[in-house]
């Protein structure tokens, strides 16, 4: 088996011809360059949930104690 296998990289019944008979059909497939978005958007969603903590959360919790 070899590293571009289909059977390590390809759901069952699909093969790199059919990716790329997709491709000249005008579809897009993804490209690994596509993961260098998900860095920004998770840094903003971890910011964000610190800062929600610190000023809303925070404060509730400790405004709720018993």
């Given at each position: 088996m070899n590293?571009?296998?289909e059977e390590i990289?390809?759901?069952p019944g699909i093969t790199w011809q059919d990716?790329?008979?997709?491709k000249k059909d005008g579809g897009?497939?993804?490209h690994f360059e596509d993961l260098y978005m998900i860095v920004p958007?998770?840094?903003a969603i971890i910011g964000l949930r610190t800062?929600?903590?610190k000023i809303l959360f925070k404060p509730i919790g400790q405004?709720?104690?018993f």
């Open positions: 590293f571009w296998s990289w390809l759901p990716l790329e008979k997709f897009t497939i993804p958007y998770a840094l800062i929600l903590e405004g709720l104690k």
